[in-house]
């Protein structure tokens, strides 16, 4: 596999979001035989220049990084039972299919359970609509389990890892 991406959403950086994205990134990267360590794209650094007129070569480097994904983790905290502005700005910028090569996993980090189904009802969606195959439910993170982040991750990878190099399979000979 050649790409391995990881967009975080959080407009703080340095965040628990962060944090659980590329963790979470890592650990399917060793799982599905991904050669180092994940590309990421921290919207906390370029989110200015998504609202700046004209061209920005950060935010145009950042927007072909992530369509060019074979495996794209895209994570965010919760806000207000979605993801963040930040995130939709970002997508926003990507033309109608840009995703079609991707594999994409939804991540969301919340603070309460009530809001599981957002991963599924707000994320997924938008992916999906940007042509990503989305093979695996997200992965809906609270933040109490953050301490105890490498066992999650591992019943995680181990329910994905399958359905994502299937995934990829199929996308690499459609």
Not at 94 to 107: F, H, I, R, S
Request: cysteine-free; hydrophobic content about 50%; proline content about 9%.
């Amino acid at each position: 596999m050649s790409s391995l991406v990881v967009l975080v959403g959080n407009p703080r950086g340095g965040s628990r979001t962060h944090l659980a994205a590329v963790s979470a990134a890592e650990a399917l990267g060793r799982r599905i035989g991904h050669e180092g360590p994940p590309e990421v794209v921290d919207l906390s650094a370029i989110g200015p220049h998504l609202f700046t007129p004209g061209p920005s070569p950060i935010l145009e480097v950042a927007l072909e990084l992530v369509a060019g994904a074979r495996v794209l983790v895209v994570a965010s905290p919760t806000y207000k039972a979605t993801y963040t502005g930040l995130l939709k700005a970002f997508l926003d910028r990507l033309p109608g299919g840009a995703l079609t090569a991707t594999v994409a996993l939804p991540l969301l980090v919340m603070g309460a359970p009530r809001h599981a189904l957002a991963v599924e009802l707000h994320l997924r969606p938008v992916l999906v609509e940007l042509g990503a195959l989305v093979p695996t439910p997200g992965l809906a993170l609270l933040e109490a389990e953050i301490p105890d982040l490498d066992r999650v991750l591992a019943d995680w990878t181990e329910r994905v890892a399958p359905q994502v190099i299937a995934a990829v399979e199929k996308r690499a000979t459609a």
